[in-house]
Protein backbone atom coordinates (compact mmCIF):
# COMPACT_ATOMS: atom_id res chain seq x y z
CA UNK A 1 0.00 0.00 0.00
CA UNK A 2 1.09 3.54 -0.63
CA UNK A 3 1.36 6.35 1.82
CA UNK A 4 -1.53 8.84 1.72
CA UNK A 5 0.43 10.68 4.65
CA UNK A 6 4.46 10.70 5.93
CA UNK A 7 5.65 13.33 8.44
CA UNK A 8 9.60 12.96 8.72
CA UNK A 9 10.95 14.75 11.97
CA UNK A 10 8.32 17.13 11.63
CA UNK A 11 7.93 19.45 15.04
CA UNK A 12 5.57 22.76 15.46
CA UNK A 13 7.24 25.61 18.07
CA UNK A 14 5.00 28.45 19.27
CA UNK A 15 6.33 32.14 20.10
CA UNK A 16 10.01 32.72 20.71
CA UNK A 17 12.42 32.45 23.99
CA UNK A 18 12.07 32.08 26.61
CA UNK A 19 8.19 31.96 26.23
CA UNK A 20 8.29 29.65 23.20
CA UNK A 21 5.75 26.12 23.59
CA UNK A 22 7.21 23.14 21.88
CA UNK A 23 3.75 21.93 20.53
CA UNK A 24 4.62 18.54 18.48
CA UNK A 25 8.77 17.10 18.42
CA UNK A 26 10.30 15.36 15.94
CA UNK A 27 7.08 13.27 14.94
CA UNK A 28 7.48 10.11 12.09
CA UNK A 29 4.53 9.10 11.19
CA UNK A 30 2.85 7.22 8.02
CA UNK A 31 -0.48 6.80 7.31
CA UNK A 32 -1.43 4.33 4.56
CA UNK A 33 -4.46 4.09 2.24
CA UNK A 34 -6.94 2.24 3.64
CA UNK A 35 -5.28 2.55 7.21
CA UNK A 36 -7.50 4.22 10.09
CA UNK A 37 -4.81 5.72 12.78
CA UNK A 38 -5.52 7.04 16.35
CA UNK A 39 -3.77 9.62 17.39
CA UNK A 40 -4.57 10.04 21.37
CA UNK A 41 -2.82 11.66 24.37
CA UNK A 42 -3.72 14.21 27.13
CA UNK A 43 -5.06 17.48 26.37
CA UNK A 44 -2.11 19.81 25.24
CA UNK A 45 0.26 16.88 24.23
CA UNK A 46 -0.19 18.20 20.55
CA UNK A 47 -3.15 16.09 19.09
CA UNK A 48 -5.00 18.96 16.81
CA UNK A 49 -1.30 20.65 16.15
CA UNK A 50 -0.65 17.66 14.10
CA UNK A 51 -3.56 16.90 12.35
CA UNK A 52 -3.79 20.97 11.14
CA UNK A 53 -0.33 20.27 9.93
CA UNK A 54 -1.26 16.85 8.07
CA UNK A 55 -3.99 18.92 6.55
CA UNK A 56 -1.72 21.68 5.23
CA UNK A 57 -3.66 24.20 7.57
CA UNK A 58 -0.55 25.19 9.41
CA UNK A 59 3.20 24.66 8.56
CA UNK A 60 5.49 22.87 10.52
CA UNK A 61 8.45 24.69 12.01
CA UNK A 62 11.02 21.78 11.03
CA UNK A 63 10.36 18.50 9.59
CA UNK A 64 8.72 17.67 6.45
CA UNK A 65 5.06 16.85 5.53
CA UNK A 66 3.93 14.81 2.25
CA UNK A 67 0.40 14.14 1.52
CA UNK A 68 0.10 11.52 -1.61
CA UNK A 69 3.47 11.67 -2.27
CA UNK A 70 3.66 15.58 -2.78
CA UNK A 71 5.83 17.60 0.08
CA UNK A 72 3.67 20.61 1.07
CA UNK A 73 6.21 22.85 1.67
CA UNK A 74 7.18 22.98 -2.17
CA UNK A 75 3.92 23.81 -2.85
CA UNK A 76 2.60 27.03 -3.45
CA UNK A 77 -0.18 28.08 -1.65
CA UNK A 78 -2.71 27.99 -4.37
CA UNK A 79 -1.76 24.81 -4.85
CA UNK A 80 -2.04 23.44 -1.40
CA UNK A 81 -5.61 24.91 -1.07
CA UNK A 82 -6.50 22.91 -4.40
CA UNK A 83 -5.16 19.87 -2.33
CA UNK A 84 -7.81 20.46 0.63
CA UNK A 85 -10.17 20.88 -1.79
CA UNK A 86 -9.72 17.55 -3.79
CA UNK A 87 -8.20 15.34 -1.66
CA UNK A 88 -8.30 16.27 1.96
CA UNK A 89 -11.62 16.29 4.15
CA UNK A 90 -11.77 17.13 7.64
CA UNK A 91 -14.74 16.33 10.15
CA UNK A 92 -14.53 18.60 13.29
CA UNK A 93 -16.37 18.20 16.70
CA UNK A 94 -18.59 20.75 15.80
CA UNK A 95 -19.60 19.67 12.64
CA UNK A 96 -18.88 23.29 10.69
CA UNK A 97 -21.91 22.44 8.03
CA UNK A 98 -23.15 26.07 6.63
CA UNK A 99 -26.76 26.65 8.50
CA UNK A 100 -28.14 28.46 5.59
CA UNK A 101 -27.56 25.54 3.34
CA UNK A 102 -29.70 22.13 3.31
CA UNK A 103 -27.75 18.57 4.02
CA UNK A 104 -27.24 18.32 -0.17
CA UNK A 105 -26.05 21.43 -0.42
CA UNK A 106 -23.04 21.46 2.42
CA UNK A 107 -22.02 17.94 0.90
CA UNK A 108 -21.60 19.13 -2.76
CA UNK A 109 -20.75 22.62 -1.98
CA UNK A 110 -16.45 21.90 -1.79
CA UNK A 111 -17.03 20.12 -5.39
CA UNK A 112 -18.60 23.36 -7.25
CA UNK A 113 -15.97 25.41 -4.99
CA UNK A 114 -13.89 23.31 -7.10
CA UNK A 115 -15.51 23.81 -10.32
CA UNK A 116 -17.32 20.59 -10.79
CA UNK A 117 -20.86 21.58 -12.64
CA UNK A 118 -23.84 21.50 -10.64
CA UNK A 119 -25.91 18.21 -11.70
CA UNK A 120 -22.14 16.27 -11.08
CA UNK A 121 -21.42 17.94 -8.12
CA UNK A 122 -25.40 16.88 -6.65
CA UNK A 123 -24.97 13.58 -7.87
CA UNK A 124 -22.03 12.61 -6.17
CA UNK A 125 -23.12 14.49 -2.95
CA UNK A 126 -26.34 12.33 -3.24
CA UNK A 127 -24.41 9.11 -3.31
CA UNK A 128 -22.08 10.33 -0.51
CA UNK A 129 -25.41 10.44 1.74
CA UNK A 130 -26.71 7.67 0.68
CA UNK A 131 -23.27 5.88 1.75
CA UNK A 132 -24.32 6.80 5.04
CA UNK A 133 -27.25 6.03 4.84
CA UNK A 134 -29.03 9.59 4.81
CA UNK A 135 -30.21 10.63 1.81
CA UNK A 136 -33.85 10.90 3.15
CA UNK A 137 -32.68 13.86 4.82
CA UNK A 138 -30.69 15.64 1.91
CA UNK A 139 -33.26 18.63 1.37
CA UNK A 140 -33.57 19.59 5.35
CA UNK A 141 -31.39 22.54 7.27
CA UNK A 142 -28.71 21.87 9.65
CA UNK A 143 -31.14 22.57 12.70
CA UNK A 144 -33.32 20.46 11.67
CA UNK A 145 -31.27 17.01 11.76
CA UNK A 146 -30.11 15.48 15.05
CA UNK A 147 -26.25 15.54 16.09
CA UNK A 148 -25.84 12.24 15.10
CA UNK A 149 -27.25 12.91 11.34
CA UNK A 150 -25.26 16.82 10.89
CA UNK A 151 -21.93 14.20 11.78
CA UNK A 152 -23.09 11.76 8.62
CA UNK A 153 -23.49 14.93 6.63
CA UNK A 154 -20.35 16.51 7.93
CA UNK A 155 -18.33 12.82 6.85
CA UNK A 156 -20.59 12.68 3.50
CA UNK A 157 -18.59 16.12 2.82
CA UNK A 158 -15.22 14.97 4.17
CA UNK A 159 -15.44 12.14 1.73
CA UNK A 160 -17.39 13.42 -1.22
CA UNK A 161 -15.27 13.22 -4.50
CA UNK A 162 -11.84 11.88 -4.88
CA UNK A 163 -10.77 12.80 -1.40
CA UNK A 164 -7.48 10.33 -0.30
CA UNK A 165 -6.84 11.34 3.21
CA UNK A 166 -9.92 12.11 6.34
CA UNK A 167 -8.84 13.85 9.21
CA UNK A 168 -11.35 13.87 12.28
CA UNK A 169 -10.65 15.74 15.78
CA UNK A 170 -12.51 14.81 18.24
CA UNK A 171 -15.88 13.83 16.15
CA UNK A 172 -17.44 11.92 18.57
CA UNK A 173 -17.46 14.15 21.56
CA UNK A 174 -20.93 16.21 20.81
CA UNK A 175 -22.33 12.73 20.45
CA UNK A 176 -23.85 10.26 22.97
CA UNK A 177 -22.43 6.58 22.63
CA UNK A 178 -24.45 5.22 20.34
CA UNK A 179 -24.07 7.77 17.44
CA UNK A 180 -20.46 8.39 18.50
CA UNK A 181 -20.09 4.60 17.65
CA UNK A 182 -22.05 5.04 14.38
CA UNK A 183 -19.70 7.55 13.28
CA UNK A 184 -16.90 5.07 13.80
CA UNK A 185 -17.84 2.61 11.59
CA UNK A 186 -18.70 5.04 8.88
CA UNK A 187 -14.93 6.11 9.07
CA UNK A 188 -14.42 2.22 9.02
CA UNK A 189 -16.39 1.64 5.88
CA UNK A 190 -14.13 4.86 4.33
CA UNK A 191 -11.20 3.60 4.72
CA UNK A 192 -12.73 0.10 3.15
CA UNK A 193 -13.09 2.26 0.51
CA UNK A 194 -9.04 2.92 0.07
CA UNK A 195 -8.97 6.31 1.94
CA UNK A 196 -6.69 7.04 4.67
CA UNK A 197 -7.84 8.34 7.93
CA UNK A 198 -6.32 9.94 11.08
CA UNK A 199 -8.92 10.23 14.35
CA UNK A 200 -7.81 12.10 17.38
CA UNK A 201 -10.12 11.11 20.25
CA UNK A 202 -9.86 10.75 23.61
CA UNK A 203 -12.28 7.62 24.31
CA UNK A 204 -10.20 4.55 23.93
CA UNK A 205 -13.21 2.62 23.32
CA UNK A 206 -13.53 4.23 20.01
CA UNK A 207 -9.70 4.34 19.56
CA UNK A 208 -9.87 0.48 19.40
CA UNK A 209 -11.78 0.83 16.33
CA UNK A 210 -8.98 2.10 14.60
CA UNK A 211 -5.78 -0.09 13.17
CA UNK A 212 -3.36 1.76 14.86
CA UNK A 213 -3.48 3.70 18.35
CA UNK A 214 -0.25 6.10 18.63
CA UNK A 215 -0.34 8.06 22.24
CA UNK A 216 1.17 11.89 22.38
CA UNK A 217 2.17 13.25 25.21
CA UNK A 218 4.24 16.61 25.33
CA UNK A 219 4.24 16.93 21.34
CA UNK A 220 5.98 13.89 21.15
CA UNK A 221 5.45 9.72 20.37
CA UNK A 222 5.49 7.70 23.61
CA UNK A 223 3.93 4.72 22.15
CA UNK A 224 3.21 3.42 18.99
CA UNK A 225 2.12 -0.39 19.00
CA UNK A 226 1.84 -2.08 15.76
CA UNK A 227 -2.12 -3.24 16.06
CA UNK A 228 -4.69 -1.89 17.64
CA UNK A 229 -5.74 -2.92 21.60
CA UNK A 230 -9.12 -4.40 19.42
CA UNK A 231 -8.92 -4.39 15.78
CA UNK A 232 -12.55 -5.63 15.25
CA UNK A 233 -14.61 -4.11 18.36
CA UNK A 234 -18.04 -5.27 18.62
CA UNK A 235 -20.43 -2.94 20.74
CA UNK A 236 -23.79 -3.45 22.42
CA UNK A 237 -26.78 -3.82 19.52
CA UNK A 238 -24.57 -4.31 16.92
CA UNK A 239 -24.36 -7.76 15.18
CA UNK A 240 -20.64 -9.32 15.25
Not at 36 to 61: C, D, Q, R
Not at 128 to 148: K, N, Q, T, V, Y
Not at 164 to 187: I, Q, S, W
Not at 210 to 216: E, K, T
Request: charge should be negative.
Amino acid sequence: MTAALEMHGVSKVYGSPPNEVHALREIDLHVLSGELVAIMGPSGSGKSTLLTIAGSLEEPTDGTVLVGGSTLADMSSDDRARLRRRSIGYVFQDFNLLPGLTALENVKLPLELDGVASKTARTAAMTALAELSIEHRASHFPDELSGGERQRVAIARAVVGNRFLLLADEPTGALDTANGEAVLRLMRRACQRGIAGVLVTHNAQLAAWADRIIYLRDGCVVDQPAIAPQTNPVFVGENP
